[in-house]
C-alpha cells in the first residue's frame, strides 16, 4: 500500500471537527505538553481515567470530523458512527459525504467497499498499521499499548481531563506532530496536528442505549 494510500485513510477516518481547526496550535495543547511525561503507574489519576475506559465493553457514538489543510479554503467535513466492542474490534462507518467502512482489530484493518475487502497487516504497512491501532487502542482505554507508540502527557481530573501523544517511531514522525484527547467518563474528541501542520478534530456523542451488548447485525461487522 502506497503513501497516497495512507493519505487517503487518514482522510477518510481521522479527520475531525472543530472551530479551531483554522487556527495554530493553541496555548492549552501547549500547556498540555509542556508537562512531563507520564509514566503508566506513576499517576493515580491516568490510572483512573484507563479504568474508567477500560471498563466499557461496547461503545457506540456519532462522530463529526473534518480536515483543515492550509491548500484548501474550506475545511473537508465528514461524519458516521463508530462502534467498539471490547475483544473484538472498531467499526467505523462514514455516512457523509459518501458511505466508507473500516473494521481495526489488534491484528489487521480492513476497509469494506462494496463486497471487496482490503486489508492490511503490520508486516504489510507498520506506519498505517500502528496509526490505526491508536485509535482502537484510545476508544478501550489501552494506554499500556498506547504508551509503546508514544509519549504520554496528562493534564486535569478524572472528571475533565486531556492526554497529549507525541509519536517515538520514527516513521510516526514524518506524519505525526501530536495528538491529544480530550475526556471524563469516556473519550470525547481527538485532535491530530500532522507535520505539515494541518488539523483534525474529532468529536464523539454518544447514542442510546450506547453500552448495551452487541446485536447480530453488529456482529456480522467483525466476521471477515
Not at 38 to 59: A, F, H, M, P
Not at 181 to 209: C, E, N, W, Y
Request: positive net charge; proline residues 4%; hydrophobic residues 40%.
Amino acid at each position: 500500500m502506497s503513501h497516497r494510500a495512507f493519505l487517503f485513510f487518514c482522510s477518510v477516518v481521522l479527520w475531525g471537527v472543530s472551530a479551531l481547526a483554522s487556527a495554530g496550535p493553541s496555548s492549552s495543547a501547549d500547556t498540555l505538553f509542556e508537562h512531563g511525561i507520564v509514566k503508566l503507574g506513576s499517576s493515580d489519576t491516568l490510572l483512573e481515567i484507563t479504568r474508567q475506559l477500560r471498563q466499557k465493553i461496547v461503545v457506540r457514538s456519532s462522530f463529526e470530523q473534518s480536515r483543515t489543510m492550509r491548500v484548501l479554503r474550506k475545511p473537508i467535513r465528514s461524519s458516521g458512527t463508530i462502534l467498539y466492542a471490547k475483544n473484538k474490534g472498531l467499526y467505523w462507518q462514514t455516512t457523509k459525504p459518501f458511505i466508507s467502512e473500516m473494521v481495526i482489530t489488534d491484528r489487521v484493518l480492513i476497509q469494506k467497499d462494496g463486497e471487496h475487502l482490503i486489508t492490511v497487516t503490520a508486516q504489510q504497512q507498520p506506519v498505517l498499521f500502528a496509526f490505526s491501532q491508536a485509535f482502537f487502542y484510545m476508544l478501550g482505554g489501552d494506554l499500556k499499548s498506547l504508551s509503546r507508540q508514544f509519549t504520554i502527557h496528562l493534564e486535569g481530573d478524572t472528571t475533565a481531563w486531556r492526554i497529549g501523544l507525541l509519536p517515538k517511531d520514527k516513521q510516526l514522525k514524518q506524519f505525526i506532530h501530536r495528538v491529544e484527547l480530550r475526556g471524563g467518563q469516556q473519550l470525547d474528541s481527538v485532535q491530530v496536528i500532522d507535520r505539515s501542520g494541518d488539523k483534525t478534530d474529532m468529536h464523539f456523542q454518544p447514542v442510546p442505549a450506547g453500552n448495551s451488548p452487541l446485536i447480530a447485525a453488529e456482529l456480522a461487522h467483525f466476521d471477515f
